[in-house]
C-alpha cells in the first residue's frame, strides 16, 4: 500500500467540538491525520514530530488544551529522535499514551504520563518499519496494533513497481539465518553479481578476493549486520558492495505464515517426511505428483586392498549405509491458476516449470529446485525488469535448495540439475526460507554415491569403485583421500573437480 506523506496542516475536523479550537501555530514537522489527535473528557490532545527528514533529529511534542482555555499548552515526550516518525496518541484512565519510531535502530517506544506530560516513563516496543506505531490501554492491559512492512515506511513509495502501481517489488531472495545446512556462515565472495533486493534476518558474510568485492545491485536489508569473513569485521567499501542501498538492525520480518491461512492445499493435509509433493508448472496450470519414500534398504559393499583387480583376495571388510527409495503416483493437476494464488503443500515441495501471472507455491516444509523457473513473458536468459504481468513467489518454511538432479518420474531418465556455468540453471523468482535454524538457499547435498565413475575392465563391469576401496564413514585411522570427493557430498555423478563451488545460479 502506498504510504503518503502528509505536511503539518492541524485539520480538526473531527467533530464539533474539534472544529471550535483555534489549532495551534506550527510551521512544520510529521503529524499523524487520524492517530496524532484524540478528545478526552474535553480537553483536546495532539503529538507530532518536529523533524522534517529522515536524515536529522527532532523532538516528539504534546500539545492540549482544555474547551474553555484560550492557549495551547506544550510538553516536550522525547527529544532526538531519528527520521520521520508521525507519533499516535491515546488515553485511557487519565493515563496518556505516545508511541513513536526512532529511526536511529528502528526501534520503536511508548512514552506514558498520569500527570499531563510533566513526566514520562519510556518502554522499548521493539524494532519496526512503521513510521506509527499504535498502542492502547484496553479493559486494564495494553493492546498494540502494528503493521508488518516489507520496506520503511517513510519511503515505501520509492519500491513500487512504478509510479502508477500500488504494488511493491519483492525481495528476490529471503533468507531466515544465513547459515548453511552445516551452521556454518553463507559468504559472498568476489566476483559474485547478488541482483535484487535482498532480505536476511541473520548476519550477511562477506570475503574479498584479491582485492575485489561482491556486488548487491538492489537494495540490502538485514535483521543483524553485514561481517566480513572470517573474523566478523565491518571495515569494507559500504559503496562498492551495496551500490542498491543497505539497512542494517532491521527488524525482523513477521508476515511469515500468511500461506498457511490464504493458500489452496495441495496433497496429504499433514505432514509426513515420506511425503514429497512434485509440480510440474505450465503456464496457468500444473501437473502434480505425490512421492512416497520407501523403508530405506540397506547396501553392503566389501572393502578390498586393490579394486578393481583380477585377484580381488579375502575382503578387510565390510562398508554398510542405507537409502531409501520413491515411488510416484499421479495427483492429476490444477487446470487453472488464477493470479495472486498461493498453493500451499504441508511436505517437501519439489517444482520447475514457466510461471504465468502471479503465482506464490509454499511448502511446510523444504522446497527443492528441480528445473528451470521461468516466466511466461520473458525468455530465457533475458532480463524479466519489463514483464510487470509474471511473478512467482517459493516459499520455504524450511530451506529451499537446489537439487544435483533427479530421476524422472514419467520416463525414468536421469535429469541434473546443476549445470555448466555456460548453460546455468535459471530462477526468475522470488526465493523466501525462513527456518528458524536453517533458512536457507542453497545446493542439495546426496546420499553416499561413487566419485570414481563405473568401468569395463578384465571382462567385468565394475561399478561403487570408491565404496570397494575406502572405509565408509571414514575414521581417524580410515580417512578418505583427499584427491576422491567424500560419497556424502558427492552429486548423482562424478564431477572433475569436486572441490569448486558447484555451479552458477
Request: net charge negative; hydrophobic share 35%.
Amino acid at each position: 500500500m502506498r504510504t503518503k506523506v502528509l505536511s503539518l496542516i492541524w485539520l480538526l475536523a473531527l467533530s464539533t467540538f474539534l472544529l471550535a479550537q483555534t489549532p495551534p501555530e506550527i510551521a512544520s514537522g510529521q503529524f499523524d491525520a487520524e492517530l496524532g489527535i484524540c478528545s478526552h473528557n474535553g480537553t483536546v490532545y495532539l503529538v507530532y514530530n518536529t523533524n522534517t527528514s529522515a536524515d536529522q533529529t527532532g523532538s516528539i511534542v504534546l500539545m492540549y488544551r482544555t474547551s474553555d482555555g484560550e492557549n495551547w499548552i506544550s510538553k516536550t515526550v522525547a527529544q532526538n529522535i531519528a527520521g520521520t516518525t508521525k507519533p499516535t496518541i491515546s488515553i485511557n484512565d487519565g493515563e496518556i499514551i505516545v508511541s513513536y519510531m526512532d529511526l536511529d535502530g528502528w526501534e520503536s517506544y511508548t512514552a506514558t504520563s498520569s500527570n499531563q506530560g510533566d513526566s514520562w516513563q519510556y518502554y522499548s516496543m521493539g524494532r519496526t518499519f512503521e513510521s506509527s506505531p499504535y498502542l492502547e490501554k484496553v479493559a486494564g492491559g495494553y493492546r498494540g496494533f502494528t503493521l508488518s512492512l516489507p520496506y520503511p515506511q517513510h519511503e515505501q513509495d520509492n519500491y513500487l513497481y512504478s509510479e502508477d502501481s500500488d504494488d511493491i517489488i519483492a525481495y528476490h531472495r529471503y533468507v531466515c539465518s544465513g547459515l548453511d545446512q552445516d551452521g556454518d556462515p553463507i559468504v559472498f565472495r568476489a566476483p559474485e553479481l547478488i541482483e535484487g533486493n535482498y532480505r536476511s534476518d541473520g548476519d550477511i558474510w562477506i570475503r574479498p578476493i584479491n582485492g575485489a568485492w561482491p556486488t548487491f545491485t538492489g537494495l540490502v536489508i538485514t535483521s543483524k549486520q553485514v561481517k566480513v569473513y572470517p573474523d566478523g569485521g565491518t571495515d569494507y567499501p559500504v559503496e562498492t558492495v551495496f551500490p542498491g542501498g543497505l539497512i542494517e538492525n532491521a527488524p525482523v520480518n513477521d508476515a511469515r505464515f500468511y500461506h498457511r491461512r490464504d493458500g489452496i492445499p495441495i496433497g496429504p493435509s499433514g505432514y509426513d517426511d515420506k511425503y514429497i509433493i512434485f509440480a510440474d508448472v505450465n503456464g496457468t496450470s500444473a501437473d502434480l505428483y505425490l512421492g512416497i519414500r520407501t523403508q530405506p534398504f540397506v547396501s553392503r559393499y566389501l572393502v578390498y586392498p586393490v579394486y578393481p583387480s583380477q585377484d580381488l583376495g579375502e575382503p578387510l571388510f565390510t562398508n554398510i549405509f542405507a537409502a531409501p527409495d520413491t515411488i510416484w503416483v499421479t495427483m492429476g493437476g490444477v487446470s487453472y491458476i488464477p493470479d495472486d494464488t498461493v498453493l500451499f503443500s504441508q511436505n517437501e515441495l519439489w517444482i520447475k516449470g514457466t510461471f504465468a501471472g502471479q503465482q506464490t507455491w509454499a511448502s511446510a516444509s523444504d522446497i527443492k529446485i528441480v528445473g528451470d523457473i521461468l516466466l511466461a513473458g520473458t525468455p530465457p536468459g533475458e532480463d524479466p525488469s519489463n514483464n510487470t504481468h509474471d511473478f512467482v513467489s517459493l516459499f520455504s518454511e524450511k530451506r529451499i535448495e537446489i537439487k544435483y538432479g533427479y530421476r524422472g518420474i514419467v520416463d525414468s531418465l536421469r535429469y541434473h540439475v546443476c549445470r555448466a556455468n555456460s548453460d546455468p540453471i535459471k530462477i526468475y523468482a522470488s526465493l523466501n526460507a525462513v527456518g528458524l535454524n536453517d533458512g536457507c538457499f542453497t545446493f542439495e547435498y546426496q546420499h553416499p554415491h561413487p566419485s570414481v565413475p563405473a568401468v569395463n575392465m578384465y571382462g567385468s563391469y565394475w561399478s561403487n569403485i570408491d565404496l570397494h576401496r575406502y572405509r565408509y564413514p571414514q575414521t581417524e585411522s580410515s580417512p578418505w583421500p583427499p584427491t576422491i570427493d567424500y560419497p556424502f557430498y558427492n552429486p548423482l555423478w562424478p564431477e572433475g573437480m569436486p572441490y569448486l563451488e558447484r555451479g552458477t545460479v
